[in-house]
């Protein structure tokens, strides 16, 4: 069987079905294999992912992108046809998964504004009362 384009989600890669990305600017969907994850990982690392990074043949990076979240569905699929095996015919299958992917919504965006400045209070909160201590 050929080689095959990965998708990297954070840090964690996958194999991409041929034609397995489809997006737009503002979302769609990445099929890719599920390999040995759990379907319950995958949805635990794509809620927390923070970056896509398409990766080539060669192992280099296609294209990246940050300003895609997780939207909250997720599909599997099993016995989904990969290509084709070495003599040409045989179809190879797997386990596959469907993710979709959106742009952030005004209110999604406020929220993790207010959760960063929360943190950053507290990062500022704990800086003065050190310097107070001294």
Excluded: C, H
């Amino acid at each position: 069987m050929n080689q095959i384009e990965k998708i990297k989600f954070s840090d964690q890669e996958f194999y991409l079905v041929v034609d397995g990305v489809r997006l737009g600017d503002s979302g769609g969907t990445i099929t890719f294999q599920k390999g040995e994850s759990s379907f319950d990982e995958i949805k635990t690392l794509l809620k927390a992912n923070g970056s896509i990074t398409q990766i080539n043949l060669s192992g280099n990076p296609d294209w990246s992108r940050e300003d895609l979240v997780y939207a909250g569905k997720l599909s599997e699929q099993s016995n989904y046809v990969i290509g084709t095996a070495e003599d040409g015919v045989t179809e190879v299958k797997a386990d596959v998964m469907t993710a979709y992917f959106k742009t952030p919504d005004l209110t999604e965006r406020v929220a993790a504004l207010e959760a960063e400045n929360q943190s950053l209070k507290a990062t500022v909160d704990t800086l003065v009362l050190s310097s107070l201590e001294v």
